[in-house]
């Protein structure tokens, strides 16, 4: 059965990492993301920020809200460097400890698709053993064909089972992506259906630069087209996760009102 859960993210410009999580908590979204990402000036946290006890309140408080949580792990963690895969794996372990269902990586190819498998089988196999699922997400380099590519080796070694790995769709990498330029709706429908799709990033761009805006600030705030194809696009899928607003804007009600267009724009296909 399709469900879609809604919520936002953790963000370098908050006061502290807890901040979007409360915010989240209190205006009750159904989902959340925790997204390690420290800057070089110290702004915005990793891992080593947050203590044992706060990630127990973090685990109580999203259990007790009914919360599905999921962690990205930092942008530049490449797989293929050792020291990345000990970072993406110190990130697995954070996810466990706060009760999170997801682990979200990127997709990098420079070394080849096969050798990226290849390098990422240690980290499915720590998130199946700690009941969680892996999600690799699309960069504004990264192709339909790329993903087309792991997802069959992954099918081949029979690593798709109980949706243990599969594809975070992010719609404004795919709106920035050469060939799809101004179209992600032209990127996910070169996906193949043997690529599951189980979590989305949600932002929005002109097409000029990685904007992270808002959804219905951007395009979407003229024309809806757009989302409402990839509704339908993800309702013919089947569907089943989360949908991560990747913002922290201001004013803050943004994330409110996204949360209730998309609602009831997901609610609306839905009748048939």
Known sequence: MNSLRIGNQTSFSAHSPEEPFEYALANRFDAFEWFSDKKENGRGWDTGDISIALRNDIKNKAR????????????????????NRGLILENVAFAKEIG?????????????????VEAILPIIDQTKKAGMRLSIENTTLTSPEDFNRVFSILRKMRLLGRGWAGMCFDMGHANLYAASMNNYINFI?????????????AHENFGDSDSHLTL????????????????QRLKERDFSGCLILEQW?????LLNQA???????????GKG
């Open 249 to 253: 804007p201001e004013p803050r009600f």
């Open 189 to 201: 429908d070169l996906i193949e259906p043997h690529v599951p799709i189980i979590h989305i990033h």
């Open 64 to 83: 007790a809200a009914g919360m599905s949580m999921s962690v990205h792990v930092p942008w530049h963690a490449n797989p293929l460097s050792s020291q």
């Open 100 to 116: 999170a269902g997801l682990v979200n990586i990127h997709l990098y190819t420079e070394g080849g698709i096969q050798t990226y």
């Open 216 to 231: 219905f600030t951007g395009p979407a705030g003229q024309n809806d087209s757009g989302i409402r194809e990839l509704i």
């Open 259 to 269: 949360r209730e267009r998309l609602r009831a724009l997901w609610q609306e296909k």
